[in-house]
T-cell receptor, first 114, second 113 residues
Framework: GEDVEQSLFLSVREGDSSVINCTYTDSSSTYLYWYKQEPGAGLQLLTYIFSNMDMKQDQRLTVLLNKKDKHLSLRIADTQTGDSAIYFCAESPSSGGSQGNLIFGKGTKLSVKP | NAGVTQTPKFQVLKTGQSMTLQCAQDMNHNSMYWYRQDPGMGLRLIYYSASEGTTDKGEVPNGYNVSRLNKREFSLRLESAAPSQTSVYFC????????????FGPGTRLTVT
């Protein structure tokens, strides 16, 4: 079945770059997403990438997609303490009648130290 | 534009009690979803509704029922709450046209004692 894997924790110093990695299983996923969850809040879409793209950049965020290895990464440049949150990778699987459903990873908790 | 709203924000139930979690969206989205979030488990889909009048089971539907009351509202009911249903519940909605991105509500923190 579909599965999305992420490491659970990442700790960086303020000003450094953060790289959060994700692997997924459905090679025919149309879109892949990064969501951010701050403490006590719901998930907020950060960015997404269409499966025919290799890279997408949006201000401090860079998403890299390696379709061959089914690997997705999120790079946050100049990481700030306000970036401390849980980051979820998600894919939109193409199978069956679950159109629109997303499969989420377990989330990576990013801690930014001053 | 409030987006996705959920009520209540917090709830404590005793084992065996019932309750309904409410969700509403004002974005005219066709699809709505209920997830639960448990520590170390990520988000797991309970039920979803691809359009008004339809509902389908997700990954963890046991112990829950849903109603898609109209296009705006999607409720989740626990008929007989169990401690294993202690969790944070999120409602989401999406317009399944282009990118399937989902918009989430702020969540309901439920404790069953």
């Amino acid at each position: 079945g579909e599965d999305v894997e992420q490491s659970l924790f990442l700790s960086v110093r303020e000003g450094d770059s953060s790289v959060i990695n994700c692997t997924y299983t459905d090679s025919s996923s149309t879109y892949l997403y990064w969501y951010k969850q701050e403490p006590g809040a719901g998930l907020q879409l950060l960015t997404y990438i269409f499966s025919n793209m290799d890279m997408k950049q949006d201000q401090r965020l860079t998403v890299l997609l390696n379709k061959k290895d089914k690997h997705l990464s999120l790079r946050i440049a100049d990481t700030q303490t306000g970036d401390s949150a849980i980051y979820f990778c998600a894919e939109s699987p193409s199978s069956g009648g679950s159109q629109g459903n997303l499969i989420f990873g377990k989330g990576t908790k990013l801690s930014v130290k001053p | 534009n409030a987006g996705v709203t959920q009520t209540p924000k917090f709830q404590v139930l005793k084992t065996g009690q019932s309750m309904t979690l409410q969700c509403a969206q004002d974005m005219n989205h066709n699809s709505m979803y209920w997830y639960r979030q448990d520590p170390g488990m990520g988000l797991r889909l309970i039920y979803y509704s691809a359009s008004e009048g339809t509902t389908d089971k997700g990954e963890v539907p046991n112990g829950y029922n849903v109603s898609r009351l109209n296009k705006r509202e999607f409720s989740l009911r626990l008929e007989s709450a169990a401690p294993s249903q202690t969790s944070v519940y999120f409602c989401a909605s999406s317009e399944v046209v282009v990118s399937y991105e989902q918009y989430f509500g702020p969540g309901t923190r439920l404790t069953v004692t």
